[in-house]
Every structure is written in C-alpha cells, then in structure tokens.
C-alpha cells in the first residue's frame, strides 16, 4: 500500500474535486445498505450535504465504518457528521459546496434554515484507485 502522493492527488482531485455522483454504503440491523449521493472531494475526504435524520446518518451514528465507490475508485473510511450546513466552523467547506454543487443546490431540495442540513464527512482510511491501466492501493491515514 502507498501513501497518498502527488500523482494520485492529481488523479483524485481531476475526477472528485467536483459535484460526483458516488455509492455510499452503511451498516444498519446487520446488513449492508448503499444509495447514490452527490458527493465532493477534498483532501483524503468527501463531503456530501445531507438530513441529519436520514437512514444513512442514524446508520453512522450507530457504525462509522462506511465504504465509498465512484469513478474507477473504491474506498473505506469513517463517516463525521460536521453538523449544521450553515454554521460558523463549516463555512469553508459550506462555500466550496456551494460552488461544487451550485447547478442544483438550490432546487428547493435543501432547506439551509433547517439545523437538520448537515454536511456527512466521509474521512478515508484506504481504497482503491485505477488510472490508464495502473492499479493503486492507497493510505489515505496522513493526508
């Protein structure tokens, strides 16, 4: 397994560092639960805005252990809720949402008054990524 470097920063960055659709997989009642969400990349974590009160947030409240699959790309990690979307120690990451998901985020879909709009940091531990045939093992523990 390799760490984190800046070929493989490239490539991550290049394929998530915008809106992606990924898999996101839970544990709940001892089985395995995976839907689809809009998710952003940003240094060895992916950030996704979400309800505080849904099935996957009471999953990782229960188990963070959490899996993550996109474009050529697995991975597992912890999943953080960060709390409230618009509170003061998220605006960073709250501002660089906005721009990622800025062609729906104000669909109507996302009530940002409601304290339960949270941002779900998905904290990677290792995956698995392909580029042009080469295959990566990666440790995402100190990035």
Do not use: C
């Not at 809106?19 to 974590?45: H, S």
């Not at 009160?53 to 999943?79: T, Y």
């Not at 339960?116 to 698995?128: A, D, F, M």
Request: hydrophobic share 40%.
């Amino acid at each position: 397994m390799e760490k984190l470097n800046s070929k493989t920063i490239k490539i991550m960055d290049e394929r998530f560092k915008k809106d992606n659709i990924v898999a996101l997989a839970t544990v709940g009642e001892n089985k395995p639960f995976v839907r689809y969400v809009n998710a952003y990349y940003e240094k060895g974590a992916f950030y996704v805005i979400t309800y505080a009160l849904s099935n996957k947030m009471r999953q990782i409240e229960v188990n963070p252990a959490v899996s993550i699959a996109g474009d050529w790309f697995q991975a597992e990690g912890e999943g953080e809720n960060l709390g409230y979307f618009g509170k003061e120690e998220n605006n960073e990451i709250a501002d660089k949402l906005k721009i990622a998901f800025s062609e729906w985020i104000d669909n109507g879909h996302n009530n940002f008054e409601d304290v339960n709009t949270v941002i779900l940091k998905i904290k990677l531990k290792e995956g698995v990524l392909f580029s042009h045939g080469t295959r990566y093992h990666i440790d995402f523990t100190n990035s």
